[in-house]
């Protein structure tokens, strides 16, 4: 509350025309002062704000006011962020006695709650759809066929609680999920009469709990994935041998493998 000002006007008209309370009526008027004084400190603290108020002061208030980029930062929902597109994590030459060939590997972002895009998945693969996560693996060739190998491995940065972990490959020949487990690291291909690509899927069971609501899209990248055995099978399994990558590089223990990281 701002301070009470009494002023007493002087008879005469003094400097100013005010001047100092003074005798006896100036002492009762002093006295009237202080107990004004007193009455107002009173009702300051018994009624608080509401004396403000009656003097026509908007009512005060004891917490500070919060920063406005603090509460816009508090309330504002997070921008969208942008799906991440398809990856090249493998580019190289192919050559040896199957003559030669280009390969590209791409990686595509990871998928939750989804069935992997491949006809006859879901009724061969009896599983919980809304606990998978998996990410696409697409290789890519210029010739008529391809054939090969991709193995998917843990590592010690993987989770031990991690759960059942398998590759497919979309076009099997037989039923998916047919072995004992139903999930595999390894899963074999041979593309041909197709558009020069092959897509597999590598599939987490177990991601999405209720510990791990959004999955688990961190164990991708502790998984290590190979791609080897690559050959031309129509014409009796001949082999290609990979050339030096231009993106990616191959298996440091074994120079006829592609090694490529996932998300």
């Known amino acids: 509350m701002p301070p009470l000002w009494v002023s007493c006007r ?3 008209g003094g400097p100013g ?3 100092p309370c003074a005798g006896t009526d100036g002492g009762a008027v002093a006295r009237a002062v202080r107990t004004a004084v007193v009455a107002v400190a009173v009702l300051a603290t018994t009624a608080g704000c509401g004396l403000g108020a009656a003097l026509g002061q908007a009512p005060a208030t004891t917490s500070a006011a919060a920063d406005p980029g603090t509460v816009a930062a508090a309330t504002s929902p997070a921008p969208p962020t942008a799906a991440r597109g398809p990856v090249q994590v493998a580019a190289l030459p192919l050559g040896g006695r199957a003559g030669s060939d280009q390969l590209t590997v791409t990686v595509g972002p990871v998928q939750t709650g989804l069935v992997p895009p491949m006809p006859n998945w879901p009724e061969s693969c009896r599983v919980d759809y809304a606990a998978l996560q ?3 693996v697409t290789l890519g060739y210029g010739r008529d066929e391809l054939a090969g190998h991709l193995t998917v ?3 010690a940065a993987t989770p031990a609680d991690v759960g059942p972990i398998g ?3 979309d076009g099997a020949a037989q039923p998916y999920c047919q072995d004992d487990p139903p999930f595999q690291p390894v899963d074999t291909f041979w593309s041909h009469q197709s558009d020069n690509r092959v897509t597999a899927y590598v599939v987490l ?6 510990a791990t609501p959004q999955g688990r899209a961190d164990v991708f990248g502790t998984l290590d994935i190979r791609i080897d055995h690559l050959r031309v099978h129509s014409g009796g399994d001949v082999p290609y041998t990979p050339g030096t990558p231009t993106v990616g590089a191959l298996c440091p223990d074994d120079a006829d493998a592609v090694c ?3 998300p």
């Open 205 to 210: 069971q177990d991601a999405v709990t209720p």
């Open 260 to 262: 490529v990281p996932l």
């Open 10 to 12: 002087a008879a005469s």
């Open 134 to 136: 998996y990410v696409p």
């Open 153 to 155: 491995s843990t590592t």
């Open 167 to 169: 590759v497919f490959f």
């Open 17 to 19: 025309g005010v001047a």
